[in-house]
């Protein structure tokens, strides 16, 4: 049986030995409030209730509240003109328009997500359409404005990358513009170059996606000028944040031998090209130069090479193969070959990575789309010349209109544009907004919600209230009460009648009898059960099956409070 924490067990720490009485337990309880019955009723705010409220002098009027404060302090003024005779304790659901500020919903898309959509096996997604498509899916009720911030997988496309002179010299190597890997030097390490590629990438490249790869090349000296080029994947992070990428596909470099075969073999086809490989020893990769081998060529180097050397490759195998060049200095290049259904090799993609993607994108009533943000330059034509960033929202929605007509003249009447801009209140931070297109003009609008409070009648007026109204369930939350009370002193033939007959015996004449006093016992049992985290200050109102003669309802309001020091559920004052 699930352990029960019986709310007023502190009372009994003193008592060592033995169980509370119930006479004990009983005087700390208090007696029920006065019995009332509640009237639930909903009510949504309506244009004219927005008028009555929020009307300025000039009888303008938003049809929406700025807070949640405001709502609550508002609305109970309709509530009295509408619902004058409730009577205390009636609660109604109010259903209201409230303007706040907007953010983000975090999403973040998973291979079941893909599928369900797109179809088995798919394990990724690019590009705003198929964005769209998802989230569509996902999410088919959302209104104008909502923003997503989605992440999702997408296939990365390697990136390539040659070093600069302002790259050496930002990690320390400006005075030659190159590595040293001669023995015993700090660069002979791949891990000290690749520490260093990444202090470059980090800064030109500072918004990567978790595993971007790009192919770096660089330039070392070895005792002779080179270059050399390596793949490395950004893992994000602070510290190291990118490592080497070593492939699964199989390398292959070319040897002396190769070399002597292509020669063999396409000295009548290309002898200029060959006849300087003959020579040196490499690639002639100066376009300019008569000996210049085009990547075809290679092409079909390669596969001479490779069709020698692993004679059993089938179609789609394939291998990463470097070899030696010149460009004015000598170096080496490399490219995955891949086998095709006539036994030739091209050049081709390596292994298909994926990188992890962050956008932010909104809904315009119709499509998601990427939201409109603007520029420093763009900040400054809309007068925000001092910073990039506007610090009076009533000036920001105006300029921003304005600048919005200037680029979108000629949209449908009622479009929407999603618009995120900057906004110092102390700090810089974005404003996520929408303007439509009215009457030729595009205007801000306030992102609107549908949401709901409810209010219970006190003495003093309406008010915003918690209460949970809650019927006991049979015969679960009956058995759970009588099965847990079974043992306890006081309480034995009334929770065996409890759980055999899923009703709470209420005449005072019978020795099963549910005094008020145990009901709140046995209901607080319930309620730590179904409501465990439930905070000081939350109300129920609970309705449970009674026994007077014939089968019938009984009421109860209780609230969980802090009382002498005993934090636990009692009956409403």
């Not at 309880?29 to 009307?55: H, K, M, Q, R, S």
């Not at 619902?83 to 304790?89: A, E, G, H, I, V």
């Not at 490399?334 to 962050?358: H, L, P």
Request: overall charge negative.
């Amino acid at each position: 049986m699930k352990k029960i924490i019986y709310i007023l067990m502190v009372l009994a720490l003193g008592l060592v030995s033995c169980e509370p009485s119930l006479e004990d337990t009983f005087e700390e309880l208090g007696t029920p409030a006065e019995t009332f019955g509640v009237a639930e009723n909903n009510y949504t705010i309506t244009e004219d209730d927005y008028e009555t409220l929020l009307a300025d002098d000039d009888g303008d009027f938003p049809e929406y509240f700025e807070s949640i404060e405001e709502a609550e302090g508002l609305i109970p003024t309709i509530l009295e003109d509408v619902y004058p005779n409730l009577d205390l304790k009636s609660l109604i659901n109010v259903t209201f328009n409230l303007k706040e500020d907007v953010f983000p919903v975090s999403y973040v898309a998973t291979t079941s997500d893909y599928e369900a959509v797109f179809g088995a096996g798919t394990v990724s997604i690019s590009g705003l359409d198929q964005i769209d498509e998802l989230l569509t899916a996902n999410f088919p009720q959302v209104q104008v404005g909502t923003y997503y911030n989605i992440t999702y997988q997408s296939i990365g496309e390697t990136i390539s990358y040659t070093l600069t002179d302002d790259d050496y010299d930002l990690v320390g190597n400006g005075n030659f513009n190159n590595f040293d890997i001669r023995e015993g030097r700090d660069e002979e390490d791949i891990a000290v170059r690749v520490e260093k590629i990444a202090t470059i990438l980090d800064e030109n490249f500072p918004d990567s996606p978790i595993g971007q790869r790009y192919d770096v090349t660089y330039a070392f000296w070895n005792g002779f000028a080179g270059t050399d080029t390596i793949t490395v994947e950004h893992i994000g992070g602070n510290g190291i944040t990118y490592i080497l990428v070593e492939s699964s596909i199989p390398s292959y470099t070319l040897s002396t031998a190769d070399y002597d075969l292509i020669v063999a073999n396409l000295s009548s086809t290309y002898p200029d090209a060959t006849g300087s490989m003959s020579n040196f020893g490499n690639f002639e990769r100066r376009s300019d130069n008569d000996a210049f081998w085009s990547e075809s060529m290679i092409e079909e180097a390669i596969t001479i090479v490779l069709n020698n050397n692993f004679p059993t490759a089938v179609e789609a195998d394939k291998y990463q193969v470097s070899f030696r060049v010149f460009t004015g200095s000598s170096g080496t290049e490399s490219f995955f070959f891949e086998k095709d259904s006539s036994s030739d090799y091209f050049i081709s993609e390596g292994e298909i990575n994926f990188v992890t993607v962050s956008e932010t994108v909104a809904y315009d009533g119709t499509d998601w789309v990427y939201p409109i943000t603007f520029s420093e330059e763009e900040y400054a034509i809309m007068q925000q010349t001092r910073f990039p960033n506007f610090s009076d929202e009533e000036l920001a929605l105006r300029n921003i209109g304005i600048y919005l007509g200037t680029q979108y003249q000629f949209e449908s009447e009622g479009t929407y544009l999603p618009v995120i801009y900057d906004f110092f209140d102390g700090s810089v931070r974005q404003v996520y907004t929408v303007f439509q297109f009215e009457e030729n003009s595009w205007s801000g609008k306030p992102i609107v919600y549908d949401t709901s409070i409810q209010f219970g009648k006190e003495e003093t007026g309406w008010e915003p209230d918690n209460t949970i109204v809650y019927t006991l369930l049979n015969p679960s939350d009956y058995d759970l009460i009588g099965t847990s009370l079974l043992e306890r002193e006081g309480f034995e033939d009334a929770a065996d009648n409890l759980a055999f007959f899923h009703s709470f015996e209420r005449r005072d004449t019978d020795n099963e009898y549910w005094d008020d006093d145990m009901v709140l016992v046995g209901l607080s049992i319930l309620l730590d059960d179904i409501d465990p985290d439930a905070e000081i200050g939350q109300k129920y109102f609970i309705t449970a099956d009674v026994w007077i003669g014939s089968l019938t309802t009984e009421s109860f309001s209780v609230i969980k409070d802090e009382r002498e020091g005993v934090i636990g559920w009692y009956y409403q004052e």
